[in-house]
């Protein structure tokens, strides 16, 4: 699988401090990757690299091929910013933020209300074309970031934290357009604290602590390289529940096998206890604070 991201060594400095230490990343074209980690563990940072908004102190990055530091045009055409801070610009309407970032991506002017119109109904904005910017609600703002982030129709995403301080429905609907971005061919990073809404949204994920990447694949593969044998909980009809301990999946097949051809024993729910990304993260980092 050829990859829409990979860096090989990314350094930033400040001084003494080491916001990235060598990390090593690759992002697969078409995937959704989350990149998860605590406050200060280096995300934004390396986001703000591959945006070509900062340079490395070392290492190498690329996007769609391209190396930020090198050629920061191209990687601008192929690359949508969503940073953690919003930015958005009050005093405008919203097709006319919509169309300012149009012109500043050289989009032809005759594409613009086609443009403005598809990128609105995408992220569920549609009625609020001729609202002002200042009049919208904070989820709506993420949403329109988002619209401005894909305004020159990049091939890959990157998202800061795109659902801090949105409502229940509104990471539900973002979830939901993530999922749609990626069946239009897109590849979209993302980083979040939610680590239950990653899970359901991503296709890979990369740990990251003080700045050094620790563990990146999908979920399962994290997990398997982690696990050495886990639980499985049984629960049956009536309610009795039961755990047992198995080393791999052909354990856990033999297990059900057992329990259910061979015991007769009514199972209603058989699973991994414990087999999320929750548990890689806490297995994976220390809380270490840089």
Known sequence: MTAAIRTVG????????????????????????????????????????????????????????????????????????MPDVLGVYDNLRVDEYLEFFAAAHRVPRSGWPGLVDALLE??????????????????MKQRLALARALVHDP????LDEPASGLDPRA?????TLLGELRAMGKTVVISSHILTEMEEMCTHVAIMEAGRL????????????????????????????????VADEDDQRALLHRLIVEEG??????????????????????????
């Open 122 to 139: 995408l992220v569920g904005l549609e009625v609020k074309r001729d609202a002002m910017v200042e009049s919208l609600s904070r989820g």
């Open 265 to 290: 024993l009514p199972v209603v729910e058989f699973r991994q206890e414990g087999n999320g990304l929750e548990e890689l993260f806490m297995q994976v980092t220390e809380g270490t604070v840089q």
């Open 155 to 158: 091939d890959v995403l990157v």
């Open 10 to 81: 990314l350094t930033k400095r400040y001084g003494n401090l080491a916001a990235v230490r060598d990390l090593d990343l690759e992002v697969p074209d078409g995937s959704v990757f989350g990149l998860i980690g605590p406050n200060g563990a280096g995300k934004s940072t390396t986001f703000a690299i591959l945006a070509s908004i900062l340079s490395p102190t070392s290492g190498v990055a690329e996007v769609a091929g391209f190396d930020p530091s090198v050629d920061p045009r191209s990687v601008r055409r192929h690359l949508g910013y």
């Open 171 to 175: 990471r539900v609907e973002l979830r």
């Open 214 to 245: 620790l563990a990146s694949g999908t979920p399962d593969e994290i997990g398997k390289h982690l696990r050495q044998g886990h639980q499985m909980v049984v629960r049956l009809a009536g309610g009795d529940v039961q755990r047992f301990n």
